[in-house]
């Protein structure tokens, strides 16, 4: 029986960590999450690109340009969309969604989506390292496990 599965080595592979500076207090925890899990696999600060965009809602456009370069070997996409009293949430939270899951579909490189999608500020500090782990250092994991598994094809 065949497995084919990725590892966590980076081989001095190169990101791009797309973030929103919207909801900063939460996105900068996710990237800490994420520059945090990169290191401890070995990748270098020179090979960790951070691209900050005004709001969630930005980040496709800013990470399909950053997937269209050569300079990186993955696109991780961080930030925070919170529910609020409008249905402002719905569509800029499906648009992020769509936007990312697009971008990684039309590319040959692995483009992450680590953006929450929550209800709470509460929610968001749990998922940003306060106390259910840290999203941000899931995502750079799935990146790097995601670029050895592409390898292996």
């Keep these: 029986m065949k497995v084919i599965e990725g590892k966590l080595t980076s081989k ?19 990237l800490e999450g994420a520059q945090d899990c990169l290191r401890r696999h070995e990748v270098k600060d020179e090979d960790i690109t951070t691209i900050w965009v005004p709001g969630a809602f930005e980040i496709p456009q ?6 269209s370069k050569k300079e990186f070997d993955a ?9 609020g009293g409008t249905p402002h949430f719905d569509y800029v939270a499906a648009e992020v969604s769509k936007g990312i899951a697009q971008i990684a579909l039309s590319q040959s490189k692995p483009v992450i989506f680590g953006v929450l999608t929550i209800d709470t500020i509460e929610q968001a500090l749990e ?27």
Excluded: D
Aim: net charge positive.
């Design 12 to 30: 001095g592979y190169r990101f791009a960590l797309v973030v929103s500076r919207f909801n900063e207090l939460v996105s900068s925890k996710l």
């Design 62 to 67: 800013v990470a399909k340009l950053a997937a």
């Design 75 to 83: 696109v991780i996409c961080l930030g925070a969309v919170i529910r």
């Design 127 to 153: 998922r940003a390292g306060i106390k259910a782990g840290n999203k941000g250092f899931s995502a750079a994991s799935a990146a790097l496990e995601m670029l050895n598994l592409m390898a292996e094809f």
